[in-house]
């Protein structure tokens, strides 16, 4: 198997041409760090220091945490009988601190795929177990939103699913094993009442998904009920 190189990497290139268009001079990229797939050889992470300096002639913080995009889907599961709202979570141990964490289903997008929507579908139905078409999406805000701009090129698509299903059916869904041993996930389906949902998640694009979706849709009566 091949080993990707990095200067062959998409994310890479999309990040390098960024940062030229921005009128931003490349004086030197090293790769301290670069993690591999293993099914592949692509690149999945790099840790860059580099030597870049703006038009203002400041230089930039020298490090950066190279990931590309990734796409991150709120759904919510309407019970039939009683109109209430469920938050489907990921629950999983995160090396942050070593807890379990309550996330909404999330992915990478690969140099291969062809759009975030569609990304965000096929990884609700490898993570979630939802068979999910891209047009039953919807995205929460009109562009991607960068996670930590001053340390990382992450930009994240985020998306939410409504879906109408049985009170039963939306039961059965938690605690089912949902992570694939080969690619070192371990993560387990969580079914919460929006209120504990917003009160689980520890990331500040879940609290902001919450958010953004209640205001939205125009749900300010879940909105009020929401824990501070």
Not at 88 to 114: S, W
Not at 199 to 207: P, Q, R, T
Request: with cysteine; net charge negative.
């Amino acid at each position: 198997m091949d080993s990707q190189q990095l200067n062959d990497a998409t994310k890479y290139k999309n990040w390098r041409s960024q940062l030229l268009n921005n009128q931003i001079a490349i004086n030197h990229i090293n790769p301290l760090y670069i993690h591999r797939a293993q099914k592949d050889g692509s690149i999945l992470y790099a840790l860059l220091d580099l030597d870049a300096t703006p038009p203002e002639v400041t230089t930039l913080n020298p490090i950066c945490f190279l990931k590309g995009d990734a796409v991150s889907m709120l759904v919510v599961l309407i019970a039939e009988e009683t109109n209430e709202k469920y938050v489907l979570l990921v629950k999983q141990r995160r090396i942050c601190n070593g807890d379990f964490t309550y996330e909404h289903p999330a992915g990478m997008i690969d140099e291969e795929d062809p759009s975030p929507i569609e990304v965000a579908a096929r990884e609700l139905g490898e993570e979630a177990q939802l068979d999910v078409d891209p047009s039953e999406l919807t995205p929460l805000f009109n562009k991607p939103l960068y996670s930590a701009t001053a340390t990382s090129d992450e930009a994240l698509h985020f998306f939410y699913l409504e879906r109408w299903m049985s009170l039963a059916d939306i039961q059965a869904m938690n605690d089912k094993s949902t992570g694939a041993e080969g690619e070192n996930e371990h993560t387990q389906l969580y079914i919460a009442t929006f209120p504990e949902a917003h009160g689980l998640v520890s990331n500040i694009h879940g609290v902001m998904s919450h958010l953004q979706y209640l205001q939205k849709v125009g749900d300010f009566e879940t909105m009020k009920k929401l824990p501070g």
